[in-house]
């Protein structure tokens, strides 16, 4: 096979290749707007089409026993996620990776860049989707970090005026903040009407989310039942600590404000006012005689 066929072939697969996972990604991502519409509603609790349901199929024994429960978890700390599954989420590594694989084979025949490009086609394509994953559950994590000294002052404010626990978490999630903190609170409400215990449904809430401050809260609640003190008082000092470190988190962030910024600092600011200072002696220089004998 001469050079000119070999290159001809491969920008005809390369270009199938890309038509096929477009055409795929596409029709994937209108059939799973269409099911995602459904506002408050988990995705596996409405039909999925036909064609969705057959890749899902023919993907789901491609997932690793050993990932799918680590997979399922890292969704449920991300807040379900509008109910994807592990098989969901391959089936998104399968379409990254064609599409990825398709984009670096047309680029590397386009500008004659070694075929090594393939390979980091491959490498993003299986690594992106868990590191969209990564960072929605990073996203939440931070969104329920800023809701919990709010929403634990205000159910302290509810205990101390007299209302039990469930009736101050009940009126919490009524005057509290839209968020994920209120979505779980709504959640262990109704676990508790379902029948499950304050401190089971707590320790539930609390290894669903998976953060270590909310973890601790949750922690000091059930150990405030357990050993018969008072529910007030145990709110008080949680909301207290959460304000202390709220504060020493500011003051961290603060402290390495100036270090973060000096990476761009070297890289954009400094080059430019270099070339702006420079510039005109190098002109007058270059242009003015500078290089004469």
């Given at each position: 096979m001469t050079p000119m066929l070999a290159i001809l072939v491969a920008v005809l697969v390369g270009s199938a290749g890309f038509l096929a996972a477009y055409y795929v990604s596409t029709r994937l991502v209108r059939e799973?707007?269409?099911?995602?519409?459904?506002?408050?509603?988990?995705?596996?609790?409405?039909?999925?089409?036909?064609?969705?349901?057959?890749?899902?199929?023919?993907?789901?024994?491609?997932?690793?026993?050993?990932?799918?429960?680590?997979?399922?978890?890292?969704?449920?700390?991300?807040?379900?996620?509008?109910?994807?599954?592990?098989?969901?989420?391959?089936?998104?590594?399968?379409?990254?990776?064609?599409?990825?694989?398709?984009?670096?084979?047309?680029?590397?025949?386009?500008?004659?860049?070694?075929?090594?490009?393939?390979?980091?086609?491959?490498?993003?394509?299986?690594?992106?989707?868990?590191?969209?994953?990564?960072?929605?559950?990073?996203?939440?994590?931070?969104?329920?970090?800023?809701?919990?000294?709010?929403?634990?002052?205000?159910?302290?404010?509810?205990?101390?005026?007299?209302?039990?626990?469930?009736?101050?978490?009940?009126?919490?999630?009524?005057?509290?903040?839209?968020?994920?903190?209120?979505?779980?609170?709504?959640r262990f409400l109704g676990e508790v009407r379902v029948g499950k215990t304050r401190a089971e449904a707590l320790e539930a809430m609390g290894a669903r989310v998976g953060l270590m401050a909310l973890t601790n809260f949750v922690s000091a609640l059930v150990q405030a039942e357990r050993m018969g003190s008072g529910v007030g008082k145990t709110l008080r000092a949680q909301a207290e600590q959460l304000r202390s470190e709220r504060s020493q988190r500011a003051e961290k962030a603060a402290g390495e404000a100036p270090v973060k910024i000096l990476i761009p600092l070297v890289l954009f600011v400094f080059p430019t006012i270099w070339i702006v200072l420079a510039a005109p002696l190098v002109f007058e220089w270059v242009f003015g005689g500078g290089l004469a004998p």
């Open positions: 799973l707007a269409a099911v995602k519409a459904a506002p408050r509603e988990r995705r596996s609790d409405v039909p999925r089409s036909p064609f969705v349901a057959a890749w899902v199929r023919r993907v789901e024994p491609l997932v690793p026993t050993s990932l799918e429960g680590r997979i399922e978890r890292r969704i449920v700390q991300a807040g379900g996620l509008e109910g994807l599954t592990p098989a969901e989420l391959f089936l998104y590594v399968v379409i990254t990776t064609l599409v990825g694989v398709a984009l670096s084979i047309w680029i590397a025949m386009a500008t004659g860049w070694t075929l090594w490009l393939v390979l980091a086609g491959v490498i993003l394509g299986v690594v992106y989707p868990f590191v969209w994953l990564r960072d929605r559950v990073r996203l939440r994590h931070l969104e329920i970090q800023r809701e919990l000294p709010f929403h634990i002052d205000l159910l302290t404010l509810c205990v101390e005026a007299g209302l039990d626990f469930a009736a101050g978490v009940a009126k919490t999630c009524e005057k509290g903040k839209p968020g994920a903190l209120r979505d779980e609170l709504t």
